[in-house]
């Protein structure tokens, strides 16, 4: 069964439009006296006082998608207007309160979003039931074991905004700047997806430059259908496997990004095997594969 089949169900203004009919808050401007109206749409499941969204600016080209994954569904946002990504990450991120999204942020998966559509619904089912069944309905005590498993009621969702992907010029890899903004998104996209699977299903496993190099290299290969080394070294500011500035110093810790470059090169190289050996994986398939090999194919210095 294919994995990574994209259902791409509103675009334009309906895509935040039907957004926020199930995530509220979305109708709250961000702003310092936010906090309390945030608070009680999202944990006590109030609605929001005025159903307005003006202080987006919403786009033609925003969309909405389903997408499937190994590690369960995930909704996928994408809002054409930075501006936009950046109000949104402050009302879902930062419960309605500005704050500063770095110039250097593309993407963010917030996994655990109450959905209260969800809790409602199963009221409304629960109350008919019992009635049905000639029992008198106690709702507080179905809430609490309702609610007592997250998967019941929460969402995961992944917004993503528009440009080039880790700011590289299309001209770097020959293409147009519609082409090149084209192929940013699917591997954003798939990037992002990526690091959804992982978290969920290797939470042992996380590091901060294995998962990069992972969603990188599943981003390119779902984009072009074939890993590209040298691309990804471009994301991550390598050449000739030296370290000549780049998102690597985001994600080194510890290491110097000149020393680790070498450790990241040597990965890269024995990813393309990978790749070659497993052509005909999904990306989602390949996720899963690369994460598999990541004892054999990192810890080995």
């Not at 199930?22 to 401007?29: C, E, F, I, P």
């Amino acid at each position: 069964m294919k994995t990574d089949k994209t259902d791409i169900a509103y675009y334009g203004y309906d895509a935040l439009g039907h957004l926020a009919e199930t995530y509220q808050q979305l109708y709250v401007a961000p702003g310092e006296n936010s906090g309390d109206l945030y608070k009680s749409i999202v944990l006590r499941g109030e609605d929001a006082p005025e159903k307005d969204l003006s202080h987006f600016i919403r786009s033609k080209q925003d969309s909405l998608a389903a997408e499937d994954t190994p590690a369960g569904p995930v909704s996928v946002l994408t809002l054409h207007e930075r501006q936009d990504f950046e109000l949104f990450l402050q009302i879902i991120g930062n419960r309605c309160m500005p704050c500063e999204v770095p110039v250097t942020q593309g993407a963010s998966i917030f996994d655990g979003l109450i959905n209260w559509v969800k809790i409602r619904q199963h009221k409304e089912e629960y109350i008919k039931k019992s009635a049905q069944e000639g029992i008198v309905p106690d709702w507080p005590a179905e809430f609490r074991r309702f609610t007592s498993d997250k998967k019941n009621y929460t969402d995961a969702l992944i917004v993503l905004s528009c440009g080039p992907y880790s700011n590289i010029p299309a001209k770097r890899f020959g293409f147009t700047e519609d082409q090149w903004l084209k192929h940013s998104h699917d591997i954003r996209k798939f990037h992002e997806c990526t690091h959804f699977i992982c978290r969920r299903m290797f939470p042992q496993k996380i590091d901060a430059v294995w998962d990069e190099l992972v969603a990188d290299a599943v981003g390119i290969h779902a984009a072009f259908g074939a890993f590209d080394m040298e691309m990804e070294e471009a994301f991550l500011g390598i050449q000739d496997g030296a370290y000549i500035g780049g998102r690597l110093q985001n994600y080194a810790s510890e290491k110097c990004p000149s020393e680790l470059s070498k450790t990241v090169h040597r990965v890269l190289q024995a990813f393309c095997g990978v790749f070659q050996n497993n052509a005909g994986l999904s990306p989602y398939e390949m996720a899963v594969k690369l994460e598999d090999q990541k004892e054999a194919l990192w810890d080995n210095d």
